[in-house]
């Protein structure tokens, strides 16, 4: 069974960066698309970005392109999302999550399309 941990959460000024990492244990690394998503105080859980199985292809919401950059470490089994020029309404639980894919470059990026979620990490920003 596929378990996800999130990391690298906190509280930091706009402007700043952070790295999030989602470390991935029980299954097959490099056969499951991986996501990231966040939820604001109040709202509804929203895609941010994800990444295909074999990393070769990406997708990210339209609020954090050229901001925001997810990537995958095959030696650590990690996937990181990398968040620069952060802002206030960046500040919320953010989320990782994965499924099984068979074709390796699939992208998902609707919540209902994964199977296993992380416990989230907080993120907030402060203006």
């Known amino acids: 069974q596929v378990q996800l941990v999130e990391s690298g959460g906190g509280l930091v000024q706009a402007g700043d960066s952070l ?4 470390a991935v244990s029980g ?5 499951n698309c ?14 941010v970005a994800a990444i295909s199985a ?5 997708n990210y919401a339209d609020s ?3 901001r925001f950059t997810i990537s995958r470490d095959s030696a650590r089994s990690t996937v990181v999302l ?18 099984y894919t068979f074709n390796s470059r699939q992208v998902l990026t609707f919540r209902g399309q994964y199977v296993t979620w992380g416990q989230g990490t907080q993120v907030t920003v402060s203006s």
């Open 34 to 47: 991986v996501g990231w998503f966040r939820q604001p105080p109040g709202q509804e859980r929203e895609f």
């Open 82 to 99: 990398q968040m620069n020029s952060l802002k206030p309404e960046d500040t919320a639980v953010y989320y990782c999550a994965a499924v």
């Open 54 to 58: 074999s990393g070769g292809n990406t």
């Open 64 to 66: 954090v392109k050229g």
């Open 19 to 22: 790295t999030l990492s989602c």
């Open 27 to 31: 299954s097959t690394f490099s056969r």
